[in-house]
């Protein structure tokens, strides 16, 4: 799994990549809305730099899922990893608003969403009350 300096915009953007694919369809509602948001730019990357993002996440994911697993859900140590690489406070919680506003674009909160909005609010001990924090 490549890594990314510690509360960079790429190591931001993907845990919202990872909040995209969790449930294993990722819906255009979803992206809308983090184009609606400016997400790329709330987190200090280039329009195009989320794409490359969520493709080099799948592929990460590809290349350390094991038979018969799926890829699209990484392990508790690969997740604690993940979210470790983000642990400014600011950053955090505007990186869960953002996450939180995907998961509910489609109307569709989907068991593995929930568990990783789960996961962020309790690893990161942090919560969003309403809105995006820039």
Do not use: K
């Amino acid at each position: 799994m490549r890594s990314y300096p510690r509360n960079s915009p790429e190591a931001a953007a993907r845990v919202l990549a990872l909040l995209l694919i969790a449930d294993g369809n990722v819906c255009r509602s979803e992206i809308r809305a983090l184009e609606s948001l400016d997400a790329p730019a709330t987190l200090g990357l280039a329009p195009d730099g989320f794409a490359s993002i969520v493709q080099g996440l799948c592929e990460d994911l590809m290349l350390t899922a094991s038979a018969g697993e799926w890829p699209c859900s990484p392990d508790d140590a690969t997740l604690a990893a993940l979210l470790g690489e983000v642990d400014e406070p600011a950053l955090r919680r505007t990186v869960l608003a953002l996450a939180s506003a995907a998961a509910q674009a489609d109307r569709h909160l989907a068991d593995a969403e929930q568990r990783l909005l789960d996961a962020l609010r309790t690893r990161w001990q942090v919560e969003v009350l309403a809105g995006v924090e820039a």
